[in-house]
């Protein structure tokens, strides 16, 4: 028989049971923003900025003293596509260049050609750039002249401009005074015309020289 005086024996676990978790809820989407009217003003955009100057004054030591030796000789002093060129009066053209060979040190012509402007008064523009080996340097020159004009040959001060002025003298019929040898250098002597010239058309050619030495009409 049990015995009715002994206790009553606690359940198994005295721990409460953990309530039951509900399902995770997923985030809610961000709301859209409403839609602009048709009406509202498009956000103006802001100016294109304006394109750096290709040529802007030069005011340096080179200029200064190019300016205190010729004075209103040097028309002008640019720097181009950061190049520095003189503009300078062309009756100076043989003292400027014996200085800039003499005391500026640009040993080297290195390249010298024209410009055709045929609606101006000073027609072409001469343009010799220099070279100097000692300061590694360029320096352009431009020498604006009339089509009846002789600017001073540039032999004697730098020999390669023999060749480069009789180029000119071909292309553009610019006569230099003093030249030793001036004569054609890539047309026949007897070309007629000039075919770096503006007005000369780039279709145009010697039609007499063609018939007498080739033998065919031009554009044959």
Do not use: C
Not at 19 to 42: H, W
Not at 70 to 88: H, M, N, S, T
């Amino acid at each position: 028989m049990a015995d009715e005086s002994k206790p009553p024996q606690p359940p198994e676990s005295s721990k409460p049971e953990a309530p039951a978790t509900s399902p995770a809820v997923p985030p809610s989407p961000p709301k859209a923003a409403p839609p602009a009217s048709a009406g509202a003003a498009k956000p103006t955009p802001p100016p294109p900025k304006a394109p750096a100057p290709v040529q802007v004054p030069l005011d340096n030591d080179l200029t200064r003293r190019y300016r205190e030796r010729f004075g209103a000789a040097i028309l002008d002093a640019l720097e181009d596509r950061k190049q520095p060129y003189l503009v300078i009066d062309s009756a100076q053209l043989a003292d400027i260049a014996r200085y800039s060979r003499d005391e500026e040190k640009f040993d080297l012509l290195e390249d010298y050609t024209a410009v055709d402007w045929p609606r101006r008064d000073k027609r072409f523009d001469l343009i010799a750039i220099l070279y100097s080996f000692p300061h590694n340097t360029r320096l352009r020159l431009k020498i604006p002249i009339a089509e009846t004009e002789r600017p001073a040959s540039l032999v004697e001060f730098w020999p390669t401009a023999n060749w480069l002025e009789r180029e000119i003298f071909d292309m553009f019929g610019i006569a230099f005074a003093g030249h030793p040898d001036l004569k054609r250098i890539l047309l026949p002597d007897e070309w007629q015309g000039h075919p770096l010239r503006k007005d000369y058309d780039i279709l145009r050619q010697d039609t007499a020289w063609i018939r007498e030495n080739l033998g065919i009409e031009s554009g044959q």
